[in-house]
């Protein structure tokens, strides 16, 4: 079986299109999540974020928090 690390670094060399491919899959193999986020929901945080109310995360926070997440770092 191959390694994960070894998996990763196959990807990345793919053209973006085949990566974009290669996720979907990944993504359709998972089971669904626990939780559900009404539609409603989903509009009242986006509006907060426009109106400032919500000061929201940067790019890299929002990295970090995934990749603690991935390594169970949290």
Known sequence: M??????RKEVAKLPLEDR???AAFVLD????????VSDEEVKRRWEEME???EPGIS???LWRRV???LNNDE
């Open 20 to 22: 974009e491919a290669f």
């Open 59 to 61: 790019t890299e926070e």
């Open 67 to 69: 990749h603690a997440r």
């Open 51 to 53: 109106s400032g109310a």
């Open 2 to 7: 191959i390694s994960i690390e070894t998996l």
């Open 29 to 36: 193999t998972l089971p669904p999540p626990d939780y559900c």
